[in-house]
């Protein structure tokens, strides 16, 4: 299609419903990134000083926590993080890395009860290089997957429709952590 041809679609009523996303672009503007690596900067030191509901907290173990992903991939997205600023998984304990797995663990059957998903993406991404968006706090990514998930959105218009909030699903977690 040509320039004059296509000039006119801005603004253009069509077959299209518009699904607006603008709290992404605090995201995608890199406006939630910490200033620095320091722990005072840091949301993951953050949130466990927060009540639960505040600070988006699942639960609470010893060593780690589950929180929301406050930029989730789908409903039920929680991060594993250690209470310790640490960089890398190699820098825990080997308690602190046993209470990570088994948090790990109970998290994914927790959600597996709440939204019955087919599947999950578990992993971590260590250092900025490699994807993560906050290197300087080791954190582990459960995302929760169901057939079919993934549709046009995310390709089309960089966009993921989300049908809960978050306050709404952690409650639905919370809930159950203490109930399995």
């Known amino acids: 299609m040509d320039a004059e041809a296509s000039a006119g679609f801005a603004g253009v ?4 419903q518009r699904l607006w996303t603008p709290h992404r672009m ?3 503007g890199g406006e939630a990134k910490p200033a620095d690596a320091s722990e005072g900067e840091c949301p993951f030191c953050r949130a466990p000083h927060q009540s639960d509901a505040d600070g988006l907290v699942v639960f609470r173990g010893e060593a780690s926590y589950v929180v929301m992903n406050l930029f989730p991939y789908n409903p039920g997205h929680v991060l594993v993080c250690p209470y310790r600023h640490v ?15 088994e948090i790990t ?7 597996r009860a709440v939204s019955r998903p087919a599947g999950f993406n578990v992993g971590m991404n260590q250092g900025e290089v490699a994807g993560a968006g906050i290197a300087a706090h080791l954190h582990q990514h459960l995302v929760p997957r169901w057939a079919g998930d993934s549709n046009f959105l995310p390709v089309v218009a960089q966009t993921k429709a ?6 709404q699903t952690r409650r639905l977690l919370a809930d159950a952590w203490s109930q399995l």
């Open 26 to 28: 605090v995201y995608i």
């Open 105 to 111: 663990k109970r998290a994914m059957d927790v959600i």
């Open 87 to 101: 960089a890398d998984y190699t820098e825990l304990t080997e308690g602190e890395r046993a209470e990570f797995g």
């Open 162 to 167: 989300l049908p809960q909030l978050l306050e």
């Open 13 to 16: 009523p069509d077959a299209f």
